[in-house]
């Protein structure tokens, strides 16, 4: 399954990015400041893909977290969850391997004899 989903996404996307960086390779200047477009303060020249790939990985993380900032409250009933079931299967055992539990009884109500 994971080497299909390796042919069929994954190997066309990498094509589609290599194409896109070499095509992209002219130097573009990114400015911070509004202002003064002509001699900015702050600036950066590089590739065009560098800010493609940036932005591209930015909305990935941006993405994720906030996928996983909503799935929050599935994660906390998970754990209450699982510390229950786990609390239970405690309790479970424990009564379980009780020796006055095993035994049947025999008149309801009245105290279980034990051998010494």
């Known amino acids: ?9 994954l190997l066309p996307l990498a094509v589609v990015l290599i194409l896109l960086s070499v095509a992209n390779r002219q130097s ?14 702050l600036a950066l020249d590089l590739p065009l893909f560098v800010f493609l790939f940036a932005a591209f990985l930015l909305g990935m993380l941006l993405g994720g977290f906030l996928v996983w900032m909503s ?4 994660r906390k ?23 006055t539990k095993n035994r049947p009884e025999i008149a309801p109500g009245l ?4 051998r010494n």
Request: proline content about 7%.
């Open 1 to 9: 399954m994971r080497k299909i989903f390796n042919y069929l996404f």
């Open 28 to 41: 573009v200047q990114f400015s911070v400041d509004p202002l003064n477009s002509e001699t900015p303060a």
């Open 71 to 74: 799935q929050g409250k599935h």
């Open 77 to 99: 009933a998970l754990r209450e969850k699982s510390f229950e079931a786990t609390k239970l299967k405690k309790d479970y055992e424990t009564n379980t391997n009780s020796p």
């Open 111 to 114: 105290p279980v004899a034990t």
